[in-house]
């Protein structure tokens, strides 16, 4: 499990957004700026058990909070659930910027089926580790059973019990027209060992993340996940998930399930 979660790095925030746990009511609620934290955590809630796929242009940031330097990687997120509680995510990512300078790198993660894939195409680099037994289910967007924290697709009587929930006024940086939630995870729980705080700014017509910002628990370490071009329900075909072909002078190593 350790080394899934330092495998998937800066894609965890992504895989959170899609998480869909509890039964909601069927119509669509409705948002606005003047919604309340109960209103936007159940059009939240909503909005995963109604999906089943989506594609969109992501940025990936991770900023040190004490120096203020910052490196980002940009790319698309492809997601699909394959089958009730199961579901495959792919991040591609084309480029990165470290301060000012821009530059070319093509890097694929995929989780599909138990397995991960950390393709380095620069570097000619392939790593596939299995993140599960065969066989085995586990819900690696759940509250305290994944390494993926974020209370999105859960109900709000659970969202409440795990986290201190705040609307936050709208600032001039802010994702446009979005609306804006803190959560702080409660005293002693097991999130709080692992965050100060993760801010999700909500579309309302979409009523999804545009952005959520996560705080490490040492609150050294801010990573920003902004989504833009969203795109759900437009039934992704299986080439989405389908990495290239590539020939004998990569550097492959795959490792076995370990605890």
Request: glycine fraction near 6%; proline fraction near 5%.
């Amino acid at each position: 499990m350790d080394a899934m979660k330092q495998a998937l790095g800066s894609i965890v925030v992504i895989l959170l957004l899609v998480c869909v746990q509890s039964a909601m009511a069927q119509t669509r609620p409705v948002l606005n700026a003047d919604s309340s934290i109960d209103q936007i955590l159940d059009a939240l809630d909503h909005s995963g058990n109604q999906l089943q796929d989506f594609v969109a242009d992501v940025t990936l940031t991770q900023t040190d909070a004490r120096s203020g330097d910052s490196s980002s990687s940009a790319g698309k997120v492809y997601f699909q659930r394959t089958a009730p509680g199961e579901a495959r995510i792919r991040v591609s990512f084309d480029s990165e910027t470290v301060g000012d300078r821009k530059m070319d790198k093509k890097v694929d993660y995929l989780l599909d089926n138990g397995w991960l894939w950390e393709r380095d195409y620069r570097r000619k680099s392939e790593i596939k580790r299995q993140v599960l037994q065969p066989g085995q289910k586990m819900n690696l967007l759940k509250l305290g059973e994944g390494p993926f924290p974020l209370p999105i697709g859960q109900d709000k009587v659970e969202v409440h019990r795990q986290f201190d929930v705040v609307k936050v006024d709208s600032k001039e940086s802010d994702p446009a027209g979005t609306i804006h939630l803190t959560l702080t995870p409660k005293d002693g729980s097991q999130l709080a060992r692992k965050f100060s705080s993760i801010d999700v700014w909500v579309d309302p017509q979409s009523q999804m993340p545009a952005r959520i910002e996560a705080v490490d628990a040492n609150e050294t370490t801010v990573r920003t996940t902004d989504l833009t071009n969203l795109r759900m329900n437009e039934g992704l075909s299986a080439d989405a998930f389908t990495l290239p072909p590539i020939d004998d002078s990569w550097n492959r190593h795959e490792e076995p399930f370990s605890e």
